[in-house]
């Protein structure tokens, strides 16, 4: 290699390390383009808050419970000679259900007929006596003492009809007795005594069993806090709806109605029950169901906020990020009511208008400029 050569190649040498140095390149027509500059903003979903009328539910857990129960006991003591239902059957109120052993009870009754004859037989005797001695003391053919022994003794005898009356009422009763009625209408269960079985008046042990189950009552539970906030939807409601859902998740297809809510609160639950009535025409709701129910609680202008937009902070609280007029982002924090499907009811916090941030929020901080897309 020559000198010549050697002074050209330094200096091309030079010239490209100059080049790479500079801010720009000379590219195509000498146009110098940037390499450097600032990050554009970074891109974020984002939702506007809105304002509609809502149907207003509140879907609680539940248990469905009978309308009416009645043990069936017996009122006298004896032997049970019939059973007169056959199990399962739907009974009427006043249905003969069993027949006790009568005989005693209807000498008892013969018994007290024949003391009230008695006493009314007494009765007349005292009573013409009374009559007679009247007649006389005008004359004085009898004193005033006897007289007067002999109205009170009428007053004994006419106290004695009417204590014999009370037996002759008291001992049919009793025979009436011996036949067991059912004390409301409703589907009655297995008999739990046989013929031949000796019952007593005052035992513990139930012959069996009548359930109502047309309507039928749904309990359902709800947490206090939940309750005291819908206290006053529910006083301006009145008449409040109910639905119901079976546990297979198939709607039941009558619709019930809130019959009251309990003014007590479970020490060892924190909850408060409320009860709602179902028509059960066709029993297919049985006492023990768990169930869920559907509170149709009207309607309400409300702040709806998607769910997705909502952050939980360390305390349990929910942040939205709003997007400001110069689309710069702020944390703000929100009050709910409760969930609407995906979306939260908000009580406070935002307002209709208002441009959230539904994705992208690993990209932002307080104060940053984004580019916002709905």
Do not use: C
């Not at 009898?142 to 007067?148: A, I, L």
């Amino acid at each position: 290699m020559t000198l010549r050569q050697l002074i050209t190649g330094l200096v091309a040498l030079a010239l490209f390390a100059a080049g790479n140095s500079l801010p720009g390149r000379l590219g195509d027509g000498g146009v110098v383009h940037a390499q450097g500059g600032a990050m554009p903003p970074p891109t974020v979903t984002v939702v506007t808050v809105t304002e509609r009328d809502i149907a207003v539910t509140e879907r609680l857990p539940g248990r469905t419970t009978a309308y009416r129960l009645a043990e069936v006991r017996p009122q006298v003591n004896g032997i049970i000679t019939r059973r007169l239902f056959e199990e399962g059957a739907l009974v009427e109120q006043g249905e003969a259900l069993y027949q006790i052993d009568s005989a005693l009870y209807e000498a008892a009754v013969a018994t007290a007929e024949a003391a009230l004859q008695t006493a009314e037989a007494n009765a007349i005797a005292v009573r013409l006596r009374e009559e007679r001695y009247g007649r006389l003391l005008a004359s004085r053919a009898v004193s005033q003492q006897e007289v007067d022994d002999t109205r009170a003794a009428l007053a004994q005898a006419e106290a004695a009809i009417l204590s014999a009356e009370a037996a002759l009422r008291s001992a049919r009763i009793n025979l009436d007795y011996t036949r067991v009625y059912a004390p409301i209408s409703g589907q009655i269960s297995q008999s739990l005594v046989t013929e031949g079985a000796l019952v007593s008046a005052g035992q513990t042990e139930a012959l069996a069993v009548i359930t109502q189950l047309d309507p039928i009552f749904v309990d359902v539970m709800q947490s206090s806090a939940e309750h005291m906030a819908l206290r006053p939807t529910l006083a301006q409601a009145g008449s409040v709806p109910v639905t119901l859902e079976l546990a297979t998740g198939t709607p039941y297809q009558q619709s019930g109605e809130l019959q009251f809510s309990s003014v007590f609160v479970s020490e060892s639950t924190g909850s408060v029950q409320l009860r709602a009535l179902f028509p059960n025409p066709e029993q297919q709701l049985l006492p023990g169901l768990f169930v869920h129910a559907s509170l149709q609680l009207g309607s309400q202008r409300a702040v709806l906020v998607p769910q997705q937009a909502a952050i939980r902070d360390g305390s349990g609280g929910l942040t939205v990020w709003r997007v400001q007029a110069d689309n710069t982002v702020t944390p703000v924090p929100i009050v709910v009511d409760r969930a609407l499907g995906d979306q939260w009811l908000v009580r406070e916090g935002v307002s209709a208008g208002d441009i959230l941030v539904l994705e992208g929020f690993q990209k932002i901080a307080p104060g940053l400029q984004v580019q916002p897309v709905q």
